[in-house]
């Protein structure tokens, strides 16, 4: 439902991925849409034939999607929308607000090379604007920049930011081969679109005078204008991949789960109190732009993970399960649990597991032992616990394991308690070698819910094996 008037577009160029900047851009636009009840309008801006690519049209959409940020309106294509823009640009050329200019891309050239050399901002001398000859060769249009000595941009977040007009040129609108350029084609579709507030990156903060001209030379009214403040990596250098991962997808391969990517890019230069950690709704109900800050945001990598880790745990078990599939290693040799105990499922071993973990990765990688029987050990458990000092313990539990009657949490704790007295052992001492003969691995929930999710047959063979394995490695 839409009451407010408020109007807002996410308009990625596709020429790459969906990175960190561009959703946080689309989600900072869907949650003023919803928040204000709202339209949220999805244009991809693919006037730039030579860096624009059907990949990257699928992966930007594959990314809002994963994060399940939607639309209203749209996907709309510049590439199908000329008629538009050429439209607009004859209507400028007829009021003399516009002109052709006819200067070839080697003459412009060796007047910029110039004007460097005299040390003068190289800008388009205007050369056209008052040409009456219009040969048939190739030109492109230029906006007739009006005499304005200060444009000023009312920024919603930064304040009112004042640029000089007279450094602005007669820039072009519409190129050689009939495209418009990205200022041209922006304005003309948010007027077109009826956007009311123009939410972006700050990166385009030099445009918006350009873009405040050509609204103005079209008799339109501007729209509220927000840049929000680049993303910064730790070192205070802009994001890039030295810094990690910057694709959202690349976060869905490496085990994150969407709402935290959510969350954390959400807080990225906005902030609601002290809180962290907010459902989807909470962000609708909280999202306003006083809160979003105009110095650059800093992306913590630590933070991120231990957000995702906080989202695992409170997950629900078979919601979870259903995620972790696409990450679940392959099983060679799937283990049967003997009489004593149920199959355990995969809803039940990844609630044991998911307090430890903080990606679903690292799930998957927790998980394997007990879905396959040919599990390896990890090499801190090699070198720690499955060693020769450890082997008559080990073979004490086998025989202890063996004997008693049935396969119950108290039965164990009695194992467990009677071999820990014999031998003078903490409980830490006393599980970590069984723990590594089981899982193979350092880290495991309870020792006592590992060993009644394997059941006493599975677990006899995994003391066995262990044994085997340090006889071999001696
Ligand atoms: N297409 C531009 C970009 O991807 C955004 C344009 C805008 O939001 O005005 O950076």
New binding site residues.
Partial sequence: MTTSGIRVRF???PTGFLHLG?ARTALFNYLFARHHKGTFVLRV?DTDQERSTGDSIQAIFDGLKWLSIDWDEGPFFQSKRLDLYRNAADRLLSEGKAYRCFCTPEELEERRKEAFAKGIPPRYDGRCRDRSHFPDIPHVLRFRTPDIPEIVVRDLIRGDMRFNGNLLDDWVIIRSDGYPT?NFA?VIDDLDMGISH?L??D??INNTPRQITLFEALGAPLPKFAHIPMIHGPDRAKLSKRHGATSVMAYHEMGYLPHALVNYIARLGWSHKDQEIFSRQELIDYFDLDHVGSSPAVFNPEKLLWLNAQYIRNEDPSTLSSELLPFLKPVRHPFSPGPDTKEPNLDRIVEEWKTRVRTLTELAEAVHPFRDQEFSYSSDAMEKHLIPDNKPLILLYSQRFSAISSWTRENLEEVLGSIGLECNLKLGKLAQPLRAALTGQNVSPGIYDVLLLLGRDEVLRRLDRALTFIGQHK
Avoid: I, L, T
Wanted: charged share 25%; proline share 8%; aromatic share 8%.
């Fill in positions: 308009a990625p160029s561009g801006e990205y922006v123009v972006r990156g990166d385009h």
